[in-house]
């Protein structure tokens, strides 16, 4: 079945280490998206990359890194530069703008832990 | 990206149809319509979308007004595994589909 698989569900993290959240879509989408999503609010975008080798910043970018070196493959590095990492994070693919299919595929999620 | 108003939250009794409701009163002419709904613990789903008419799918309805500026989701028989969060969302065509604002929706509780 095609979809999006987010890695591990659940992650636990020492405050100052860094930890990166894996991403993997098999819907052929060009376009990939983090989402942060904290208790009882909306979903806040952190970055995006339309094509591989290229990726943009979105609103909360600060204290993350991504990296997109294939087209099935977006991690999410969450650096110890981030305040506040604890939070339910989303991974989303799409088909490039413009295209005919509007919609936006979302994985499960994980939810990470500072401890 | 205009924005929408929608209640915090909403109850409906099982079996019962509910009427999700949604302002968008800065939407502009190229703006569609789409709603997303999201089971606790999951990524979003999508659910339906639409620019003008009112549009059917096999998961619900989307009733648009006349001046779009406003638009109502229609869940015909709510289910138990209806409860949800569920986002009404602008996005202006030709725009990146996971660029979408998703603000704090509207929480659904059904009771049996």
């Known amino acids: 079945d095609g979809g999006i698989t987010q890695s591990p569900k659940y992650l636990f993290r020492k405050e100052g280490q860094n930890v990166t959240l894996s991403c993997e879509q098999n819907?052929?989408?060009?376009?990939m998206y983090w989402y942060r999503q904290d208790p009882g609010q909306g979903l806040r975008l952190i970055y995006y990359?339309?094509?591989?080798?290229?990726?943009q910043k979105g609103d909360i970018a600060e204290g993350y890194s991504v990296s997109r070196e294939k087209k099935e493959s977006f991690p999410l590095t969450v650096t110890s530069a981030q305040k506040n990492p604890t939070a339910f994070y989303l991974c989303?693919?799409?088909?490039?703008?413009?295209?005919?299919?509007?919609?936006?595929?979302f994985g499960q999620g994980t939810r990470l832990t500072v401890v | 990206d205009a924005k929408t108003t929608q209640p915090n939250s909403m109850e409906s009794n099982e079996e019962e149809p509910v009427h999700l409701p949604c302002n968008h009163s800065?939407?502009?002419?190229?703006?569609?319509i789409h709603w997303y709904r999201q089971l606790p613990s999951q990524g979003p789903e999508y659910v339906i979308h639409?620019?003008?008419s009112n549009v059917n799918n096999r998961m619900a309805s989307l009733a648009i007004a006349e001046d779009r500026k406003s638009s109502t989701l229609i869940l015909h028989r709510a289910t138990l595994r209806d409860a949800a969060v569920y986002y009404c969302?602008?996005?202006?065509?030709?725009?990146?589909?996971?660029?979408?604002?998703f603000g704090d929706g509207t929480t659904l509780t059904v009771k049996p």
């Open positions: 990359s339309q094509i591989v080798n290229d990726f």
């Open positions: 800065t939407i502009s002419g190229t703006d569609y």
């Open positions: 819907l052929n989408h060009d376009a």
């Open positions: 969302i602008l996005r202006a065509f030709n725009t990146n589909a996971g660029k979408s604002t």
């Open positions: 639409g620019l003008t």
């Open positions: 989303a693919s799409s088909m490039p703008q413009g295209a005919v299919s509007t919609e936006a595929f």
